[in-house]
C-alpha cells in the first residue's frame, strides 16, 4: 500500500495542480512532494523494522499475457526512492526561483509526474512494469527540457534526445519480449508466459551463452544511452547545458541513476553470461568515458557545460565499479548513485543561483564573486569538495569504494580509473577559483548573496554530503542484501 | 442481424429528415441512431446473434454469422464513428445542403462494414466491401467545388473499382476450384483437393483476393492512390476512411485467411510478410518526409496498414487466438488516435486555413487542451508506453515473434523508431514553435467537441493504463 501512494501521490497531486494558480500551485506542488518525502522516510523506517515484504504489491494487470503490476522495494530500491524524494523538492524550489517560466503550474505538474515515473523505475519488479515506467520518465523530461528552454537549437537538441533513449528503450523492450517468451507461468496462472522478475531472471539463466550476447546489448543499449556511457553520450551535454536548471538536475541527479540501476537490477542477473562476456569491453569504455569527459570538462568555459562533462566522467567511475562485479564496486556504485546524485545537484543549483544574478554562465565573464558572497561560496566549496572526493564527504566514500572495486578487477584499471580523482581536482577547482575568486570582473560589486530560501535549499545537500562521508553505512546496510544476491545470480 | 437492418432503415430515414430542411436535428439524430445500434451489437456479445437474430433462417446464417468476433469489430466501427461524428459540427454550422445524404452514407457504409466483419460467404464479403467502398467514393468527393476532392473521389473510385474486378476475379477462380462460397466448406475443400489439377487455379484466385483486399487496407504496393486520397478528401471523411475502413478491412482479412484459407497459407504466408515489410518501409519513409500534417497522417495509416499486416502473419488458429486479439486490440487503439488526430487537425484547419505542420504552432499557447489531446494521439500512433498504441504494438510483436518471424519484428521496432520520429514532429510544432504571424488566435471549439476531445483522450489512455481488461476478450 505504501508503495503504491509513494509511486502514485505525485501524479495525483500533478493532476490536482492543474486547478491551481500561482502561489497556490507553489504550496500545492512543494507541499505534496514534503509529504513524499515524509512517507518515503516513513517507509525507510518500516523497512529496518519489518524487512521488505510489506511492501509488495502484485496485482493483476494484464491476465491474459501474465503481466502483473508488480511494484516491490527492497533495500536497493529504497535508496534510490530517497534520493528521488529528497531531490525533488529541492528541484521544485529551484524552478520557483524562476519567475520567467510561463504556464509555472504546468511546469510542477510535469514534475511531479516525472517523479512518478522515476519511483515506478526504481520500484518496478516486473520487466514490462518497468519498461513502462521507463518510459512515462521520458516523457515530463522531454517537455521539461524542451519547451521551457529559451535556446534556440533547443528543437535540435531535445529532438536529439529524445530519438537515443526511445530507440534504446526499444531494444530494451526487444530484449525483454525475447525472455518474456522464454519464460514459464507463474502459478496458478492462465497465461502462457510471466514477466515476473523471477520468471525473467530464471528465463536469461537458462539460455546459452551465444544468446545471452546479444540480448546483453539489447537490454544494455538503453541503460548505456541513459547513463551515458561513452560512445552513447553525444546528446548528453548539449541537452544537460540547455535545458531549464530543474530539468537539468532531474536528468543528472536522478533519471541519469536509471540506467545504472538498471544494469544492477535488471542486466547483471538477467543475461550473467553475457555480462562475463562483455565485462571487459565496457569496462573500457567506462574507463575512456572518464578520461573523455574529464578531459573535456577541463577546456569549458561554460558552467553547465563543465558540469555535465564532469557527470559524464563521474558515470563512467560509476559504471566501471559496476561492471567490476566486485561487492566492494558494486557497493560503491550505490553509495556514489547518492552522493553524485546530492552532489550534481548542489553543482547545477550553484550555476543556476550564478546564472540568475549575473545572467552569464561563462566563466571568461565572471571573477571575484566571493567577496559580497560568502555563503555562496561555502555552499559551492562543500558541493564541490564532495565532487573532488574529499575524505569525510560523501564523494569520496563512493569513489573510493568504486576504485577499490575496479582496482580488484583490474590493478592498470583501476590506477587509470583513479585519474578521475586528480583530473576533477583540476577542472573544478580551476571553476572555482576562474567564478569565485580571480580578478574583479563586471559583477563582483552587484551580486547578491544566497537568500535564507535558498540558503534552505542547500542546507539538506550539505546535510546529505557530510551523511553519506561520515556514516555510509546506514546505505551500505539497506542495499548489502541486494548487492550480495545480485553477484550470487552472476556467479561471483 | 439487427444492427444492420437498424442501420440500413435508420439511414434511411435519416434521408427523409433531409427533405426537412432541419440542418439541426439530423446530428443528434445520427448520434443516438449509432449510439442504440452499438448498444444493441454488443446485446449479441457471448450469445452469437441469439438475441438480436429476429430474422435470422438458416439461408441468412449462411451469409452471415454474428459472434464474439464479428460483435468486437462491430463495435469498434460503430464506437469510432459515434465519435468521429461531433467533428462534422463545422457543416452543421455551414448550412450544408447536403448533410443529411453524408450522415446516411455514413450509415450505409457501415452496414457494409459490419457485413465485412461477419460474413460467412464470399459474395457477402465482396457486397460489403462495395457498400462501404460506393459511398466512400461519393463522400471523398463531396467537396464538390474543391479540385483536390474532386480528384480524390476519382482516383480513388478508379483505382478501387480496378480492385475490386480483382477481387471478384480470385473469388471467381476460388469458386471454381472449390465449388462453394461458404469460408468452413472452403477451408475443408482446400484441406482435402477433389481435383489436384485445379490447385494452381486456386493459388492464383487467393493471390488475386489477398491483393483485392490488399488494396482496400491501403497495404504496399497497392497503396498509392492513399496519400492523394486522404489529402483530397474533407478532413472529415479522410478520418472515417483510415480508421472504420481499415478496422473492416482487416477484420475481414483476418477472417478469411484464418477460416478459409489455413489450408493455402503456402500462397499467402510469403505474400502477406512480402506486404508487409513493404508496407512498414514506405509508410513509414513516406510520412517521415512530409511537411503536411494530413498527408503525414496518409502515410502514417498506411504504415500502420503494415503493423496490421504483421498481426495477419501471427494469424494462426482460431478467431480468438492472440492474432485476432492483437489485431483488435491495435484497431481499438489506432481508430481512436487517428479520430483525434483528425479532429484535433480538422477544427485547426477549418480555422487557419492550413494543414500542414506550421499551421500547427503555438497551439499550446492559444489552446491547450487541443495540444495535449493531439499529444496523446500522436504517442498512442508512435508506440510509446501510457497510451493504447503501446500495448496494440506489444500485443501484435509478441504474437508474431512466438511464430518466430523475430527479423520480422526486428524490422518492424526499427520502423517504429522512424515512427516516433515524425509524430514528434507536430508535437514540437505545437509546443515548442511560436504561432506563426495572423495564426496567434485562439481556435473556436465549442464545448461538445472539447468533451468529445477529452474522451478520446482519455480512451487513449485507459487503453495504455488498463489494457488487461480489453486484452482478454476475444
Keep these: ?492 | 442481424m439487427l444492427p444492420i437492418v437498424l442501420l440500413s432503415v435508420f439511414g434511411i430515414i435519416n434521408l427523409f429528415l433531409g427533405f426537412m430542411r432541419s440542418n439541426r436535428a439530423l446530428l443528434p439524430f445520427a448520434l443516438v441512431v449509432l449510439a442504440l445500434v452499438f448498444g444493441v451489437n454488443l446485446l449479441d456479445w457471448n450469445h452469437a446473434g441469439s438475441i438480436t437474430g429476429l430474422f435470422d433462417s438458416p439461408y441468412v446464417a449462411q451469409m452471415l454469422t454474428v459472434d464474439n468476433y464479428s460483435v468486437a469489430f462491430s463495435g469498434i466501427v460503430l464506437l469510432t464513428t459515434l465519435v468521429l461524428l461531433p467533428f462534422s459540427r463545422s457543416y452543421v454550422a455551414a448550412g450544408e445542403p447536403n448533410l443529411a445524404e453524408y450522415y446516411s452514407l455514413l450509415l450505409f457504409s457501415l452496414v457494409g462494414a459490419i457485413m465485412m466483419v461477419s460474413y460467412n460467404h464470399l459474395i457477402m464479403l465482396f457486397v460489403g466491401i462495395e457498400i462501404l467502398s460506393i459511398s466512400m467514393y461519393c463522400l471523398a468527393g463531396s467537396d464538390k467545388r474543391n479540385v483536390r476532392s474532386n480528384e480524390a473521389a476519382l482516383k480513388y473510385f478508379l483505382q478501387g473499382a480496378f480492385a475490386t474486378g480483382i477481387l471478384l476475379f480470385g473469388i471467381a477462380l476460388v469458386y471454381g476450384a472449390t465449388g462453394t462460397f461458404q469460408l468452413n466448406e472452403l477451408a475443408a475443400a482446400i484441406a482435402t483437393p477433389a481435383n489436384a489439377s485445379l490447385q494452381s487455379m486456386l493459388y492464383v484466385g487467393v493471390l488475386m483476393m489477398v491483393i483485392g483486399i490488399g488494396f482496400k487496407v491501403s497495404a504496399a504496393p497497392f497503396h498509392f492512390w492513399t496519400p492523394d486520397v486522404y489529402e483530397g478528401t474533407p478532413t472529415f471523411f479522410t478520418a472515417f476512411m483510415s480508421t472504420v475502413v481499415k478496422t473492416a478491412g482487416f477484420a475481414a482479412f483476418l477472417k478469411l485467411l484464418l477460416v478459409a484459407l489455413p489450408g493455402a497459407s503456402a500462397v499467402w504466408l510469403p505474400t502477406i510478410v512480402a506486404m508487409a515489410v513493404l508496407t512498414l518501409l514506405l509508410g513509414n519513409v513516406g510520412a517521415a518526409v512530409q511537411t503536411s500534417a494530413k498527408r503525414m497522417l496518409a502515410y502514417s495509416s498506411v504504415s500502420h496498414a503494415g503493423y496490421l499486416l504483421l498481426g495477419l502473419i501471427a494469424g494462426r488458429g482460431q478467431l480468438s487466438g492472440p492474432a485476432a486479439q492483437a489485431i483488435f486490440f491495435y484497431s481499438l487503439a489506432y481508430s481512436v488516435a487517428t479520430v483525434a488526430a483528425f479532429g484535433v487537425l480538422k477544427l485547426v484547419s477549418d480555422q487557419r486555413q492550413r494543414e500542414d505542420y506550421a499551421g500547427l504552432a503555438g497551439l499550446a499557447r492559444t489552446n491547450p487542451l487541443l495540444a495535449f489531446v493531439m499529444t496523446v494521439a500522436m504517442l498512442s500512433l508512435g508506440g510509446i508506453p501510457l497510451t493504447g498504441g503501446f500495448f496494440g504494438k506489444f500485443f501484435i510483436f509478441t504474437a508474431v515473434v512466438a511464430q518466430g518471424y523475430i527479423w520480422l519484428v526486428v524490422f518492424a521496432v526499427l520502423m517504429s523508431m522512424v515512427g516516433i520520429y515524425y509524430y514528434l514532429k507536430p508535437v514540437i510544432a505545437m509546443y515548442m514553435r511560436p504561432a506563426e504571424p495572423g495564426n496567434e488566435a485562439p481556435i473556436v471549439v465549442d464545448g461538445f467537441q472539447s468533451a468529445t476531445l477529452v474522451l478520446l483522450a482519455i480512451m487513449t489512455l485507459v487503453l495504455g493504463i488498463l489494457p488487461g481488461f480489453l486484452s482478454g476478450l476475444l
Design chain 1, 1 to 492: 500500500m505504501l508503495t503504491a501512494f509513494l509511486v502514485f501521490f505525485p501524479l495525483a497531486a500533478a493532476l490536482l495542480l492543474h486547478f491551481a494558480k500561482g502561489s497556490a500551485a507553489r504550496a500545492l506542488a512543494l507541499g505534496a512532494s514534503f509529504l513524499e518525502l515524509a512517507v518515503a522516510v516513513f517507509a525507510a523506517f518500516a523497512f529496518v523494522r519489518n524487512g521488505p515484504a510489506g511492501f509488495d504489491l502484485n496485482l493483476n494487470w494484464i491476465p491474459s499475457a501474465g503481466i502483473n503490476f508488480h511494484l516491490g522495494i527492497d533495500g536497493l530500491s529504497l535508496c534510490l526512492v530517497l534520493l528521488t524524494t529528497v531531490l525533488v523538492p529541492i528541484i521544485l524550489a529551484t524552478a520557483f526561483r524562476h519567475e520567467e517560466y510561463e504556464n509555472p503550474g504546468a511546469f510542477y505538474a510535469l514534475v511531479l509526474f516525472m517523479q512518478t515515473g522515476l519511483l515506478g523505475v526504481f520500484t518496478a519488479m516486473d520487466a514490462f512494469v518497468f519498461y513502462f515506467f521507463w518510459e512515462v520518465a521520458l516523457i515530463p523530461i522531454y517537455f521539461l527540457a524542451g519547451a521551457w528552454s529559451r535556446h534556440e537549437r533547443r528543437i535540435q537538441i531535445t529532438f536529439k534526445f529524445f530519438l537515443y533513449t526511445i530507440i534504446g528503450s526499444l531494444f530494451m523492450l526487444a530484449g525483454f519480449v525475447y525472455l518474456y517468451l522464454q519464460t514459464s507461468p507463474m502459478a496458478g496462472s492462465l497465461a502462457a508466459h510471466s514477466s515476473d522478475i523471477q520468471a525473467i531472471y530464471a528465463a536469461g539463466k537458462q539460455l546459452a551463452a551465444s544468446e545471452q550476447s546479444w540480448l546483453f546489448w539489447l537490454i544494455f543499449a538503453a541503460f548505456a544511452v541513459k547513463m551515458p556511457i561513452f560512445p552513447f553520450h553525444t546528446w548528453q551535454p548539449d541537452t544537460y547545458t540547455e535545458s531549464p536548471a530543474p530539468a537539468t538536475m532531474l536528468l543528472s541527479g536522478i533519471m541519469l541513476k536509471m540506467g545504472i540501476y538498471g544494469c544492477l537490477r535488471w542486466l547483471l542477473p538477467v543475461v550473467p553470461l553475457g555480462v562475463s562476456q562483455w565485462q571487459q569491453l565496457v569496462m573500457v569504455l567506462a574507463i575512456i568515458g572518464i578520461i573523455y569527459g574529464a578531459i573535456i570538462a577541463i577546456r569549458q568555459r561554460d558552467m553547465k557545460r563543465l558540469i555535465a562533462y564532469s557527470s559524464l566522467s563521474h558515470v563512467g567511475l560509476m559504471i566501471a565499479g559496476v561492471f567490476s562485479l566486485k561487492a566492494i564496486g558494486l557497493q560503491g556504485a550505490v553509495v556514489q548513485m547518492l552522493a553524485h546524485g546530492v552532489n550534481v545537484v548542489g553543482m547545477f543549483l550553484v550555476a543556476d543561483a550564478i546564472e540568475r544574478r549575473t545572467g552569464t554562465r561563462d566563466l571568461a565573464d565572471l571573477g571575484g564573486l566571493t567577496r559580497r558572497t560568502p555563503l555562496l561560496s561555502v555552499c559551492f566549496l562543500v558541493m564541490l569538495l564532495s565532487t573532488v572526493a574529499l575524505p569525510l564527504t560523501g564523494g569520496f566514500v563512493g569513489e573510493f569504494l568504486l576504485l577499490a572495486g575496479v582496482y580488484e578487477f583490474n590493478m592498470w584499471a583501476g590506477a587509470i580509473a583513479g585519474l578521475t580523482i586528480i583530473f576533477s581536482a583540476v577542472y573544478l577547482l580551476s571553476m572555482y577559483q576562474r567564478a569565485m575568486l580571480g580578478p574583479d570582473s563586471a559583477y563582483s560589486d552587484t551580486i547578491t548573496d544566497l537568500t535564507g530560501a535558498e540558503l534552505g535549499m542547500f542546507v539538506p545537500l550539505i546535510v546529505l554530503v557530510f551523511w553519506l562521508g561520515l556514516f555510509p553505512g546506514t546505505f551500505l546496510h539497506l542495499s548489502e542484501p541486494t548487492i550480495s544476491s545480485i553477484l550470487t545470480a552472476v556467479g561471483r
